[in-house]
């Protein structure tokens, strides 16, 4: 599945800190395909500002990560809950449509 920086960014700030052995062996595994890399630091310009990141959305290329069930299943049990909860964003909008209604 093709990811922006952006939703990788949302990805990584909206998954679980606790959970189930099974969890967070899944999230430990699927942040590493979220981080950036120092290449992609280098190529998209990506930069701290303050407490924001910010790069050059013409440089960026999305990077297909593959998703399994288990890690599929725990990002749709978030987005429904940030749904739920009335927590969701207009970021979260393409996320939400790519895993739960999609």
């Given at each position: 599945?093709?990811?922006?920086?952006?939703?990788?960014?949302?990805?990584?700030?909206a998954?679980?800190?606790?959970?189930?052995f099974?969890?967070?062996?899944t999230?430990a595994?699927?942040?590493d395909?979220l981080?950036?890399?120092e290449?992609e630091?280098?190529?998209?310009k990506?930069?701290?500002?303050?407490?924001?990141?910010i790069?050059d959305?013409t440089?960026?290329?999305?990077?297909?990560?593959?998703?399994?069930p288990?890690?599929?299943?725990?990002?749709?049990?978030?987005?429904?809950a940030m749904?739920a909860?009335?927590?969701l964003?207009?970021d979260?909008v393409?996320?939400?449509?790519?895993f739960?209604?999609?």
């Amino acid at each position: 599945m093709d990811f922006t920086l952006k939703e990788r960014y949302l990805l990584l700030n909206a998954l679980p800190e606790q959970g189930d052995f099974r969890t967070i062996k899944t999230i430990a595994a699927l942040r590493d395909e979220l981080f950036v890399s120092e290449q992609e630091v280098i190529d998209f310009k990506i930069v701290a500002d303050g407490d924001r990141i910010i790069w050059d959305t013409t440089c960026e290329k999305p990077k297909v990560i593959d998703i399994g069930p288990i890690a599929t299943t725990i990002i749709v049990d978030t987005l429904k809950a940030m749904d739920a909860e009335k927590k969701l964003t207009i970021d979260y909008v393409p996320l939400y449509e790519k895993f739960v209604e999609g």
